[in-house]
């Protein structure tokens, strides 16, 4: 039986339980609740984390220790960061912490902070190579990552808290006080031409906002890019209008919405200094990156996008055993293709095929809405929007035919390459289901191979009655796709 982990996160503004449904290289929240207490308001100037932000931090601790007893979680860990890090009375307000959650609290470092933030990137994002920086309410995180290898980390007094009691209230002498901490850093200096990796509450309310003003078509956040002068034009819009003028900004909390304008802030200057190629949005952070170091090395090595895929397949599939045979039986077919597959378009394949069939018990009508909504919105990790996007119409065109208009907006999100993939997969999976009725054992003994000039599908002397009009005019239309004649054999 799986054993749920539980975090909570004591931060700069918000306090924040998550619940996950087991340790694994995919983990799958199944509670996340978080209020926003605001601890680091005043640090900066008084020094001291606020009477009142402590209360509500309190009450909050004591809830999560409630809600953690019903859902049985035993192995409970809670950290701190900035505010407590920074205000001399922080050891009296984490004694008091660690009473009200019934459990040890550990305070973080800033270099170890920013170690953890980078260890969630890791875990969230395929082969990630860039900067983290992780922007709380009372310090910014920056690290340097590339693989699974790190650099040193850094922390800046930079936190939206932070900078709105130091400026004044005042964006304009906030940015004097960003550019002079960030020419310190060394870290910005290896960040030119690469990928800077956006973690925090408000650089995700930003890019939210700028997903509502390009009428994006996914509403799912992890993985979001926005090219840097973008980002640059963005961030300079947030900094000098007033926040409540901003197209959804009803969808930020009204709590968080006076810090956006310092995340613009920062975000702006570490894109003018060190001249990043793009910024992505990644949501896994410090908590991730605290499950994913609690793995052993061969867990961590896992691919999390398939390990969630293979999850989703064992959970909803028919006969998961297909789903495996479906790779294998794709893999020969590609192969006599000659068409020149990436590794990471195989990777996508694989997943096509795990998910090509958790969805069955949905009225047939609405299969491809339900498999949209399902790689659309799911928590999956280690992929970008445009791999998304493939697997999402993979399933469309596998539910609405090849022919069927699928969403225009999704389509834009992927190359001309890309989505001739998903059509050709599509097409293959559509044959695939019509001769194995999504049974195992059956597509090893069907091949599908090119032949020269043909795509030849060959069905044993006991299925040789699968042969049908139906099953020829699908063979066709991936014949059709891939420019080959069609034929169906029967062996021997």
Same mark, same amino acid.
């Given at each position: 039986m799986k054993q749920p982990v539980g975090i909570v996160d004591i931060g700069s503004n918000s306090v924040r339980l998550v619940a996950y449904e087991s340790l694994s290289r995919s983990p799958r929240p199944i509670f996340n609740e978080k209020s926003l207490c605001a601890l680091g308001n005043g640090v900066a100037t008084t020094g001291k984390l606020p009477k009142a932000g402590m209360e509500k931090a309190f009450a909050a601790l004591r809830r999560f220790r409630v809600l953690s007893d019903i859902m049985g979680i035993s192995d409970l860990h809670v950290i701190a960061t900035a505010a407590a890090r920074d205000a001399v009375n922080g050891g009296e307000f984490l004694a008091a912490a660690a009473q009200a959650i019934g459990a040890q609290v550990t305070l973080l470092a800033g270099d170890r902070e920013a170690e953890l933030s980078a260890q969630g990137v890791i875990s969230g994002i395929h082969r990630p190579d860039g900067v983290v920086g992780d922007l709380g309410g009372g310090s910014l995180e920056l690290i340097d990552v590339k693989g699974a290898h790190l650099g040193k980390g850094a922390s800046l007094p930079l936190g939206g808290l932070t900078l709105m009691d130091a400026s004044g209230r005042s964006p304009r002498a906030a940015v004097k006080i960003v550019r002079e901490a960030l020419a310190k850093s060394r870290v910005l200096e290896r960040l030119t031409g690469r990928t800077f990796y956006a973690v925090g509450g408000t650089w995700r309310a930003l890019a939210k906002l700028h997903m509502?003003? $390009? +009428?994006? =078509?996914?509403?799912?956040?992890?993985?979001?890019?926005? =090219?840097?002068?973008? &980002? *640059?034009?963005? &961030?300079?819009?947030? /900094?000098?209008? +007033?926040?409540?003028?901003? #197209?959804? #900004?009803?969808?930020? +909390?009204?709590?968080?919405?006076? %810090?956006?304008?310092?995340?613009?802030?920062?975000? /702006?200057?570490? #894109?003018? $200094?060190?001249? =990043?190629? /793009? #910024?992505?949005?990644?949501?896994?952070? *410090? $908590? /991730?990156?605290?499950?994913?170091?609690?793995?052993? %090395? &061969?867990? $961590?090595?896992q691919d999390p996008l398939l390990v969630a895929a293979s999850e989703f397949n064992q959970l909803l599939s028919r006969a998961p055993r297909h789903a495996e045979d479906l790779c294998d039986w794709t893999d020969r077919f590609m192969k006599s293709t000659h068409l020149e597959e990436t590794v990471e378009e195989r990777r996508l394949r694989y997943v096509a095929c795990l998910l090509a069939d958790v969805n069955w018990r949905a009225h047939p009508d609405y299969r491809s809405e339900e498999s949209l909504n399902l790689i659309e919105n799911s928590a999956f990790t280690g992929v970008d929007h445009p791999g998304r996007s493939f697997l999402t119409l993979t399933m469309s065109y596998r539910y609405l035919g090849l022919d069927a208009d699928v969403s225009p907006q999704i389509r834009a999100l992927v190359s001309s390459r890309m989505l001739d993939k998903a059509r050709i997969l599509a097409a293959a999976t559509r044959l695939a289901h019509l001769v194995s009725a999504a049974m195992p054992d059956v597509l090893p003994r069907t091949p599908l191979v090119c032949v020269k000039a043909k795509v030849m599908l060959t069905l044993p002397a006991d299925l040789a009655d699968l042969a049908s009009d139906r099953l020829y005019s699908r063979l066709k239309q991936l014949a059709r796709l891939i420019g080959r004649e069609p034929v169906i054999t029967i062996a021997g």
């Open positions: 509502s003003q $390009r +009428n994006y =078509p996914l509403t799912v956040m992890h993985g979001y890019v926005i =090219p840097a002068q973008d &980002a *640059v034009d963005f &961030a300079g819009l947030v /900094e000098r209008v +007033n926040t409540d003028t901003l #197209i959804s #900004i009803d969808s930020v +909390n009204a709590a968080r919405r006076p %810090l956006l304008a310092y995340g613009a802030v920062v975000l /702006e200057e570490i #894109i003018r $200094r060190a001249e =990043p190629k /793009e #910024i992505m949005i990644s949501t896994a952070g *410090v $908590r /991730e990156g605290l499950l994913y170091e609690m793995l052993d %090395l &061969a867990q $961590r090595q």
